[in-house]
Every structure is written in structure tokens, then in C-alpha cells.
T-cell receptor
């Protein structure tokens, strides 16, 4: 079974430029999470999807961040415009079902460097 | 809000030794779950072990076991017969019952297994 796929693995951009990250969850997983991991820290939740619905986006900086999960499968996280402080690893995770605790399976992450 | 504290930024032990990583958490919830995740240098987060708060019996997975002290809000990880491949960042994580908030992570402990 394929794991969570993320692309690109690395991205270097200049500040004020836009950037997008893509995630393909494990087949059949209804719940999808985006986390941000700053250097030397644990991941922090940005947004959670149940199928195509964003059910928890309270930690998403909505002035510059946006996300979508069309058709309840793949998801894209966008930053526009990027700032120096956005440099981090962006992790995508998925789990099978909502309302029942389930293990979250993580992708390899996208390492973003904003210059 | 929940908080997770890992007080050991880095630990180093010799191969084959036993090592214990500490984790404390703070919550007012009664129904929750606790996890230890491993993040090797490749950055893929992998589940090591998980514990349901309502279970008194400590979880074990081969060489990995936990000491769950609910009253003290403590959740330590013991690795027996440590191996070179155990070298990684280890994150303690908390999830409310139902998984409503995603995972709340500690800052991690960098474990180094010396040959």
C-alpha cells in the first residue's frame, strides 16, 4: 500500500512569492491534516479535512494561507505571499475515519526555505 | 488547550542499553490518547506506540514500552536493547477523544544511539 505522497520535497523561493504544496493521502483515508514543523519544534496543526470539508482551520493564517481538497482526495496548501517566517517543513497526514481515534500516517514533508 | 512537554532535548546512549524518554502533558480532558512518534533524519514521521487513556495497562510493542501514569499526567517511552536504527527525533503527542483537534506534539527529544 502506498503511503502519503507529498510534492515537492524541497522548495526555495524569495519572499513575497507564492508557493503551493500538494498531498495525496493513503487511498480510502477520509481525514487529511496539514501540519507545519518549525526547526527544532514539533509539528503544529494548520487544518483538518473530513472528506472535502475543512472542519478545523482555526490555526491556519488565513490572510496568506489557503487550502483545498477537491473531491475529498488530493489536497493543496498555498501561501501567497510567502514571508521569511514561513520557512518550515510542511507535513501532510491522513487517517481512515472521523470520530474514532485512528493513527495518523505522515508523508515525508515539503521543506520550504524563503529567502 | 492541551500542552505536551518533553524536558530532554537530547539523549545519548550506547547500543544495546535501555533508555527512557520523558513526556508530561496537561489537559482537562478525561478521554484522550497518547502517542510516541519517531522521526528519522529522512523526516518521515512513524508511529512507535500508542496508549488509550482509559486503559490502565501500559502499551508495549516489541522493544518499546510506555509507563503511563494518568494521575501524574506522565507518559514515558522505554526503549530496550537500543539499536543504531533507533537514532531519531522522538515526539510525544496528545489527541482528544474523537481526534477533533488533530495531534498536539511536544518539542521532541533527539535520541542518539552510539555504537
Amino acid at each position: 500500500e502506498a503511503g502519503v505522497v507529498q510534492s515537492p520535497r524541497y522548495k526555495i523561493i524569495e519572499k513575497k512569492q507564492p508557493v503551493a504544496f500538494w498531498c495525496n493521502p493513503i487511498s480510502g483515508h477520509n481525514t487529511l491534516y496539514w501540519y507545519r514543523q518549525n526547526l527544532g519544534q514539533g509539528p503544529e496543526l494548520l487544518i483538518r479535512y473530513e472528506n472535502e470539508e475543512a472542519v478545523d482551520d482555526s490555526q491556519l493564517p488565513k490572510d496568506r494561507f489557503s487550502a483545498e481538497r477537491l473531491k475529498g482526495v488530493d489536497s493543496t496548501l498555498k501561501i501567497q505571499p510567502a514571508e521569511l517566517g514561513d520557512s518550515a517543513v510542511y507535513l501532510c497526514a491522513s487517517s481512515p475515519r472521523r470520530g474514532i481515534w485512528e493513527t495518523q500516517y505522515f508523508g515525508p514533508g515539503t521543506r520550504l526555505l524563503v529567502l | 488547550a492541551q500542552t505536551v512537554t518533553q524536558s530532554q532535548p537530547e539523549m545519548s546512549v550506547q547500543e544495546a542499553e535501555t533508555v527512557t524518554l520523558s513526556c508530561t502533558y496537561d489537559t482537562s480532558e478525561n478521554n484522550y490518547y497518547l502517542f510516541w512518534y519517531k522521526q528519522p533524519p529522512s523526516r518521515q514521521m512513524i508511529l512507535v506506540i500508542r496508549q488509550e487513556a482509559y486503559k490502565q495497562q501500559n502499551a508495549t510493542e516489541n522493544r518499546f514500552s510506555v509507563n503511563f501514569q494518568k494521575a501524574a499526567k506522565s507518559f514515558s517511552l522505554k526503549i530496550s536493547d537500543s539499536q543504531l536504527g533507533d537514532t531519531a527525533m522522538y515526539f510525544c503527542a496528545f489527541m482528544r477523544g474523537g481526534g477533533a483537534d488533530g495531534l498536539t506534539f511536544g518539542k521532541g527529544t533527539h535520541l542518539i544511539i552510539q555504537p
